[in-house]
């Protein structure tokens, strides 16, 4: 038998015009904050992006652009300086009964001071006698690939021409700076930079330029083929003229 069911009328709610129109502004209202919501983030996260770009970018620039007066310098006294003279020229040495002296140098030590001097004075005379006497002393931390344009080959020491070429007057067009004379005269790299002693530069003050004093050969080899140079250095200043110095005329 069928059950009985009471028809049941359900009406649909009837939208008026004005009821559809407010319908339809809601509507695009919701689309319009949404549109705009994410347009907000999108160039939110635009912006930010673009500021870690900067930031990146100013760091490598700045990092690119430091030079050696912006290093950390400590002012060293003279009987430091022969010491790295001479640890340069170690060469010269290894026959020597007491190599230690300039190896493992004593400061405190007055007649080892003397030694080294005399020492010095034998192998090295006549450029250090040309060295400005109020020269101060520094060690600075430290010197990287990107200050070597600051570096000059020393000048007047045989350095300002090609031996094979002597007639040949490169030297006047690029004064000895440090990667047109690698160019022009190249050398080989005996030692890494790690087993480097300390490099001994001159100049006028912190900004430089600055002419090698020691480490002429190294430096020259080097800065054919740079790649992670980062060693100390010794510098004297002086506001003197110095004929090792091509800069200064004599």
């Known amino acids: 038998m069928r059950p009985n069911y009471t028809p049941v009328h359900i009406q649909t709610p009837q939208v008026g015009p004005h009821e559809a129109s407010n319908a339809r502004q809601f509507s695009r209202l919701i689309n319009v904050k949404t549109n705009h919501s994410e347009d907000k983030l999108e160039e939110h996260r635009t912006t930010m992006g673009n500021l870690a770009i900067q930031r990146r970018a100013f760091e490598f620039v700045e990092y690119s652009t430091m030079s050696l007066a912006d290093k950390q310098w400590k002012e060293i ?71 070597l344009d600051e570096l000059y080959v020393i000048g007047r020491s045989g350095w300002d021409y090609d031996p094979n070429h002597p007639d040949d007057n490169k030297h006047s067009r690029d004064n000895n700076e440090l990667r047109r004379v690698a160019a022009r005269r190249p050398e080989r790299l005996r030692d890494k930079p790690a087993d480097w002693t300390c490099p001994i530069l001159w100049g006028h003050d912190k900004f430089g330029p600055f002419s090698i004093m020691e480490g002429n050969h190294r430096l020259v080899a080097y800065s054919a083929a740079p790649s992670s140079l980062d060693v100390d250095v010794i510098i004297g200043l002086s506001a003197a003229r110095c004929p090792w110095h091509i800069l200064d005329p004599l």
């Open 77 to 147: 006294s003279w009987d430091e300086v022969v010491a790295a003279f001479l640890q340069g020229e170690d060469y010269q040495f290894m026959k020597l009964h007491n190599a230690s002296i300039i190896n493992n140098p004593n400061f405190s030590e007055p007649t080892h001071n003397a030694l080294r001097s005399m020492l010095l004075q034998l192998i090295r005379g006549g450029l250090t006698s040309r060295i400005p006497l109020d020269t101060v002393w520094y060690k600075v931390h430290s010197l990287t690939d990107h200050e």
